[in-house]
């Protein structure tokens, strides 16, 4: 049984992303963000003999914990690759797969990555200031953090943490820096805790529910990863590899990924296309691809007993045989 697929610890939106694949007992699946297996868990139950779940995650240790599961279920219908979920159609094509009946995408930091503070991704819990999902490739937070100018500091805080007080935490950041020297931000604790004099400071009333820190470590994060170039990314890699009828459900727990997943459905299924000012309808020539099939939220009793539910929101679409209007 994967890690997460143990009792205690439960995927957000679990049923409801599972139903939204409407799962074929013979059909192949990707799970683009294998995590320590939830979802893939509940896929598989629903799978038959000849179904197939290719899985995928770019945390070597999710990866681990999934070929650990893969050697002791010797469950062949499963597979894992270490990669981006972008890659998706070049990894299902090496296992055999040119298109694919479902994608799952439930997206940013998982509850194994926030959990364990020497990944750096807590602003709860000290540890080393890294935040990479793949600690192999790339730079960590904290040597982005020592060599970044003060102004591009500010925008990614500001345009991916929707902080207000973007500009303050920049500047503190750089006085930082330069009392400290390369010995400064080691540590999480302590980008938490400037983080939260800067806030603090400046807004009296503390956001109800939020650490003062939340905006910016979610900002860095996902500038770190390039979370959300590889959302745009990976939706594109779906649509490709999904065959006519297959289903693309992705969990966000932000607006700025919801809001690209929305215009991407809403793109891809003609909300947005020109009108033949004729006819009213779609202009001719226009390529509509996806039909937009639900957008999902938590329930009441689901965000009681899991307070990371709380911002999610399921949104699900269908490949489409058509390619064009005429």
């Known amino acids: ?8 610890h439960v ?3 679990l049923d409801a992303a599972v139903e939204a694949l409407s799962i074929r007992a013979d059909g192949i699946y990707i799970d683009g963000t294998y995590g320590r297996g939830g979802h893939s868990a509940a896929i598989l139950a629903r799978l038959g003999g000849k179904g197939r779940l290719v899985a995928i995650d770019r945390d070597p240790q999710a990866v681990a914990a999934g070929r650990r599961f893969a050697e002791a279920s010797g469950d062949a219908r499963f597979s894992i690759d270490h990669g981006r979920f972008a890659e998706m159609a070049d990894l299902a094509a090496a296992r055999g797969h040119d298109r694919v009946d479902g994608v799952l995408l439930d997206l940013g930091v998982s509850s194994p990555q926030l959990d364990d503070p020497a990944r750096g991704f807590s602003f709860r819990e000290d540890g080393p200031l890294d935040m990479r999902m793949d600690p192999t490739t790339g730079i960590s937070a904290r040597q982005w ?15 991916y943490g929707e902080e207000r007080f973007a500009v303050p935490i920049a500047k503190a950041i750089a006085a930082r820096r330069r009392q400290a020297g390369d010995a400064a931000f080691a540590r999480t604790g302590e980008l938490a805790g400037l983080v939260a004099g800067v806030v603090r400071s400046r807004r009296p009333k503390p956001e109800a529910g939020k650490d003062p820190a939340t905006r910016t470590f979610q900002a860095v994060r996902i500038f770190i990863n390039h979370e959300l170039e590889e959302l745009t990314d990976g939706l594109s890699a779906a649509i490709g590899c999904l065959r ?6 992705v969990i966000s727990f932000h607006s700025l990924e919801d809001r690209i997943v929305k215009r991407f459905i809403a793109h891809e299924s003609g909300r947005d296309a020109p009108r033949d ?17 639900a957008r999902v939220l938590p329930s ?3 965000c009681a007993a899991n307070p990371r539910a709380r911002s999610a929101v399921l949104r699900v679409a269908e490949r489409l045989a058509e390619e064009a209007r005429p």
């Open 1 to 8: 049984m994967p890690d997460a697929a143990k009792p205690g």
């Open 244 to 249: 006519p009828g297959g289903r693309l459900a």
């Open 11 to 13: 995927p957000v939106l």
């Open 300 to 302: 009441a009793a689901e």
């Open 277 to 293: 000012p004729v006819r009213g309808g779609i202009a001719p020539g226009v390529r509509i691809r996806l039909r937009p099939v």
């Open 145 to 159: 953090l020592l060599t970044a100018p003060e102004s591009q500091i500010a925008e990614v805080v500001k345009d």
